[in-house]
């Protein structure tokens, strides 16, 4: 199955309500998330989606294909370790997204499963606007303890149940919303390239390389884990549910690894000016955030300059997050900006 690539019948419409949503959930207070005068003030016809934005996308069709290829695999339990994201032009209200979904490699590490997943997201002019890598672990089925795949069952939303999800998945590709997946997708027209001018307030001339970014905290609670486990979709219970939590090994619930990089993507947007002159933002996810249900977890953000490049005016920020002094990204958390 690696190299073969399938598309998604149907387009995802970007609301303008759900990018507010969104920006909400990841704590992203830039104004061209909310403010339609504040994104036409940066040269965008519409509200700005936050950076991560595409990870609630890309989790729709991302699903389709495992679901339909990994056969034997438990897709309850996955791994979520490396994410990489590559921007061609921001995601605006109003844009239909088509996404052409990869398995990019396959491979088996200390008798693992790794797969990586590349996903290919185009507007409905057919220009590109995001390239996607997620690697996960996967665990196979009868490898997970009995109770816990039961528990599972008893917790999750009523319809998202991993016996209900084979179920949705037969009848949204018998209802022709998802491709027939068993075979390669028809050639398609190469998406064009559109290029823009960065609106970021950091000008190239003024950057250099040790530059640090200002540090900032982030506060994240139970309900904000909740809230962001809803306006994603991602049902897993580990996120929100303490019992299922410990039950599975883990210390108590732990963050989603896609909030975490969504605030940094925050933090780095805010200290570029223009959300839409992120190029590419690279993170490997090496220790989970805890969070108890007296307290928030703080998860502290730093970045400093590690290069910059004279011909393209880019610089990449090497970005540090850390938990109670611990890193939650590995060293290939790296940020690429286009410099004014």
């Given amino acids: 199955m690696v190299g073969n690539h399938y598309r998604t019948a149907d ?52 699903r ?13 339990q996955i791994l979520h370790t490396d994410q990489v994201h590559q921007y061609h032009q921001p995601i605006k209200a ?19 499963d790794m797969m990586v997943t590349k996903n290919v997201s185009t507007n409905q002019n ?39 999800l084979s179920e949705q998945a037969e009848a949204e590709a018998a209802a022709g919303l998802l491709d027939d997946t068993t075979a390669p997708a028809q050639p398609i027209d190469p998406p064009i390239v559109v290029e823009r001018p ?36 991602d049902v897993n219970p580990i996120h929100w549910h303490e019992e299922f939590a410990k039950a599975a090994g883990l210390e108590n619930v732990v963050a989603h690894g896609m909030l975490t990089m969504g605030l940094g993507g925050s933090y780095v947007s805010s200290w570029l000016g223009d959300p839409g002159a992120v190029k590419e933002y690279t993170v490997r996810f090496t220790s989970p955030v805890y969070v108890d249900s007296s307290a928030p977890a703080e998860i502290e953000y730093t970045g400093k300059v590690k290069s910059v490049d004279p011909e393209t005016r880019t610089a ?7 938990n109670n002094n611990k890193r939650i990204f590995g060293h290939r958390a790296n940020v690429t900006v286009q410099l004014a």
Avoid at 33 to 56: I, K, M, Q, V, W
Avoid at 94 to 112: A, H, N, P, T, W
Avoid at 316 to 322: D, F, G, K
């Fill in 94 to 112: 109003g844009d239909r997204l088509v996404c052409d979904v990869y398995l990019d490699s396959f491979r088996q590490i200390m008798g693992r």
């Fill in 126 to 164: 057919n220009e590109l606007v995001q390239t996607t890598y997620t690697t996960l672990f996967v665990g196979r089925s009868g490898e997970i303890d009995e109770s816990i795949a039961a528990m599972v069952d008893r917790i999750v939303m009523h319809d998202m149940s991993s016996t209900a």
């Fill in 316 to 322: 990449v920020i090497a970005l540090n997050a850390t």
């Fill in 198 to 233: 960065s609106a970021a307030t950091q000008r190239f001339d003024d950057v250099a390389v040790g530059d640090e970014l200002p540090a900032k905290v982030f506060r994240v609670s139970r309900g904000d884990l909740v809230n962001y486990a809803g306006v994603v979709g």
């Fill in 11 to 62: 387009a995802y419409e970007v609301g303008r309500e759900k990018i507010r949503e969104y920006a909400r959930a990841v704590q992203d207070e830039h104004p061209a998330h909310r403010s339609e005068d504040a994104a036409n003030a940066l040269g965008y016809d519409g509200l700005l989606a936050p950076l991560t934005f595409f990870s609630l996308v890309g989790m729709l069709s991302q």
């Fill in 64 to 76: 389709h294909l495992l679901e339909t290829i990994a056969t034997g695999y438990d897709l309850s």
